[in-house]
């Protein structure tokens, strides 16, 4: 996971309030992807960019979930507001253009009270 | 809804001994199989892979089978070390979806002295 940054790493927040996890590649890379993992359902794939661009979404659960890429060096997964159901992991992972190979950041464990 | 389902939650060997991890999964049309192990608060670490043009990849200690017609990949660790107990988690893939990963539940295995 040396590849990629996540902040915060631990994140404790109250239902309603909106909360925002970052994710900095630190070498370049043309994809990077966002995963939640849950109890329940384990690893699961919300959305994925290549070059800076959203390319599929159907896993971001429902419209208080946004995700942006401003640049290939940074990127913003946004609850807004956020529910107790929401309580995870949330990883960020790059890889090269359309390659298999995805190295994931350290994550941040989200608690929504 | 789950497409990759890794059936054992669990699993304890004996340092020495192989380690067999399964693995199944439902879409015949995956067509990139790859391994992540997950240490507690890291993110996954890619393991190995394979395509599916293939039915055997080595690397060292880890080989990973793929049976395309059962729909089944399994890991095998040769001889286990106790550093390997971790969750090992198993992923497919489109390679015509980006390489967007779909996980199974993970196996925890533990490598006792």
């Known amino acids: 996971d040396a590849g990629v940054i996540q902040s915060p790493r631990h994140e404790v927040t109250e239902m309603g309030q909106e909360v925002t996890l970052r994710c900095k590649p630190i070498?370049?890379?043309?994809?990077l992807f966002w995963y939640r993992q849950t109890m329940m359902r384990g690893l699961e794939l919300l959305i994925y960019?290549?070059?800076?661009?959203?390319?599929?979404d159907s896993g971001m659960p429902e419209d208080r979930f946004s995700a942006k890429m401003p640049n290939a060096s940074f990127s913003t997964l946004k609850i807004q507001p956020s529910e107790p159901r929401d309580s995870a992991v949330y990883f960020c992972?790059?890889?090269?253009?359309?390659?298999?190979?995805?190295?994931f950041g350290p994550g941040t464990r989200l608690t929504v009270l | 809804d789950q497409q990759v389902k890794q059936n054992s939650p669990s699993l304890s060997v004996q340092e020495g001994r192989i380690s067999i991890l399964n693995c199944d999964y439902t879409n015949s049309m995956f067509d990139y199989f790859l391994w992540y192990k997950k240490y507690p608060a890291e993110g996954p670490t890619f393991l190995i892979s394979i395509s599916s043009i293939k039915d055997k990849n080595e690397d060292g200690r880890f080989t990973v089978f793929l049976n395309k017609s059962a729909k089944h990949l399994s890991l095998h660790i040769v001889p286990s070390q106790p550093g390997d107990s971790a969750v090992y988690f198993c992923a497919a893939s489109l390679s015509n979806s980006g390489y967007a990963l779909n996980f199974g539940k993970g196996t925890s295995l533990l490598v006792t002295p």
């Open positions: 070498s370049g890379h043309n994809s």
């Open positions: 992972a790059v890889s090269g253009t359309y390659t298999d190979t995805q190295y």
């Open positions: 960019f290549n070059n800076n661009v959203p390319i599929d």
